[in-house]
């Protein structure tokens, strides 16, 4: 006969298993989202919190780098004989290392797409500065038409693939491991021509 555990520790399990989850879900979330139009170009502006678990906290203090994934679209909305249809006019996707380094516990965080590297005291510096983009270009603005309906959707995860082996077979596993702010999407509003 197959165990089946009593209902009390089952219901125990399951309330630990979903609040890590819902810890997981928090772990990266947008305080501030918002379009601006700066030198002709359509940019964003961002501030991202970080609150990650202990366990993603304690592998960076042991020197193991850990991969953000920033993926922004800008899509055009349109209604075509009554369905919506997206249509993705730029996309964006970059990666940003951080990791721990020297006796002193210094943190660094390498930007992928623009190769810019930049050192921190603190782990609270290193992460605030990676949950803030100010005026980060996406297209020019002379592309974008007037008369359409524009909107940004972002998103930023830690990415588990690039994780070393032992880490990665645990983060398919552990909820602490899959953080994603999910997609957020705000609307654009196109400055008034004229």
């Not at 006969?1 to 890590?20: G, K, Q, R, T, V």
């Not at 800008?74 to 209604?79: A, Q």
């Not at 603190?122 to 100010?134: P, R, Y």
Request: proline content about 7%; aromatic content about 16%; hydrophobic content about 40%.
């Amino acid at each position: 006969m197959p165990f089946s555990p009593p209902p009390l520790l089952a219901l125990c399990l399951f309330l630990l298993s979903y609040s890590n989850f819902a810890f997981s879900k928090n772990a990266i979330h947008f305080s501030y989202l918002k379009e601006v139009f700066q030198n002709e170009q359509l940019a964003l502006n961002a501030v991202v919190d970080f609150k990650l678990p202990e366990q993603v906290l304690d592998a960076i203090q042991h020197d193991i780098p850990i991969l953000f994934k920033t993926e922004i679209v800008l899509f055009e909305k349109r209604d075509f004989f009554g369905f919506q249809i997206e249509q993705t006019q730029k996309k964006i996707e970059y990666y940003t290392e951080l990791y721990a380094y020297g006796v002193n516990r210094y943190y660094v965080l390498y930007n992928h797409r623009n190769h810019k590297r930049q050192t921190f005291p603190t782990l609270k510096n290193a992460l605030q500065t990676l949950g803030t983009l100010q005026a980060l270009p996406v297209v020019n603005q002379s592309v974008l038409d007037p008369e359409k309906h524009y909107f940004f959707k972002i998103r930023i995860s830690l990415d588990k693939w690039k994780l070393p082996p032992p880490l990665f077979i645990e983060a398919l596993i552990e909820t602490y491991w899959q953080l994603d702010s999910d997609w957020q999407e705000i609307t654009i509003q196109l400055p008034k021509s004229g």
